[in-house]
């Protein structure tokens, strides 16, 4: 089930990376025939856009994610071994979209650190922002040494788990309002 839910998730990331390689600057002078006209890119290359960069950022880290959905399905023995094939490619894609959704809230606040309460993108960046924060603690909650796992890991690397996945509602909600 993770993993057959991980393909759509790399193909929505591929879409929304798409949208970024496509989106130039908007040229009120250019009638809507010469937009159409424009190259479609597939991947693009604008690495001083943070949008973009955060689009390929995250692109490959649920790339990471098919790959630590795919190794579940068969987990080697030994836990050296399932750290490497299955927590390793997890903890990569927490890292990256911890990158995308940094990139993110640079574009939306137009600085590294901004403060932009009224503006609901901004909002959205940093509600999604926390999700990530929240998953990256689940996934580094998820590396235990050889031995028994501490009994509130689990609990609390779900509760980190919920959390982030609150968040990633929420700002898909006000997602959805700001693009009306």
């Known amino acids: 089930v993770f993993f057959l839910g991980s393909i759509p998730f790399t193909t929505a990331g591929y879409l929304q990376h798409f949208q970024a390689a496509n989106a130039g600057p908007f040229d009120h002078r250019q009638s809507t025939a010469e937009r159409k006209r424009?190259?479609?890119a597939l991947l693009g290359w604008q690495p001083s856009r943070p949008g973009w960069l955060s689009t390929v950022t995250q692109l490959f880290g649920t790339i990471a994610f098919n790959v630590n959905t795919f190794d579940a399905l068969r987990a080697p023995s030994g836990w050296r071994m399932q750290h490497l094939v299955i927590w390793l490619p997890g903890m990569i894609g927490s890292v990256l979209f911890l990158a995308s959704a940094y990139l993110a809230y640079i574009e939306a606040?137009?600085?590294?650190i901004?403060?932009?309460p009224r503006e609901l993108g901004w909002w959205i960046a940093v509600i999604n922002l926390a999700g990530c924060v929240a998953f990256m603690i689940a996934s580094t909650m998820a590396w235990f040494p050889a031995g028994p796992e501490p009994g509130w890991i689990p609990v609390a690397s779900n509760a980190s788990l919920w959390f982030g996945a609150l968040c990633f509602f929420v700002g898909a909600v006000l997602l959805m309002r700001e693009s009306r």
């Open 114 to 116: 901004s403060r932009r």
């Open 38 to 40: 424009q190259r479609i």
């Open 109 to 112: 606040g137009h600085a590294y």
